[in-house]
């Protein structure tokens, strides 16, 4: 396994935490793989991770500020070993796709569920929530 890459809806939410939790799990296990993650839609192409998906993690010792939207294309496909969606309109995005090297975050630790879409919550505390089950399941994901 030499490339992952997460992919959420916007990629300015939960895929960004998916990976800085991962490069940080990498950074400390000195593992040398290629990580990114990318949105299936194009709203948010450029722009920096959400306010509440940089504080979570900065309060976690994870830096998200210089990660920058992107979505994902028919290149990333072929690029990355593994490509992880972190809910099931994901899965199925990634699949019409074409892709078949894909896996579900929440099956590594969580019963298969799906990580909620935060950008829809009121606050802050659904993000630490939000934090837990995708730094759970990295890690759970890193150690499978
Ligand atoms: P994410 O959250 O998929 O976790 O990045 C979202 C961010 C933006 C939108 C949807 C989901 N949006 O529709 O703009």
New binding site residues.
Partial sequence: MKSIMFV?????????IAEGCAKKLAQENSLDIKIASS?T?S??IGEQP?VNSIKVCKFHNVDITNLRASQITKRDLLEYDLLVA?DDNNLNHLKNLGATNIVKLGDYGYNSEDVP????FNGFEGFEKVFTMIDECVHNLFEY
Avoid: A, E, M, V
């Avoid at 879409?117 to 829809?120: G, H, I, S, V």
């Fill in positions: 959420c809806l916007g990629n300015i939410c939960r895929s960004p949105g839609g709203w948010h959400c972190l879409d935060p950008y829809f």
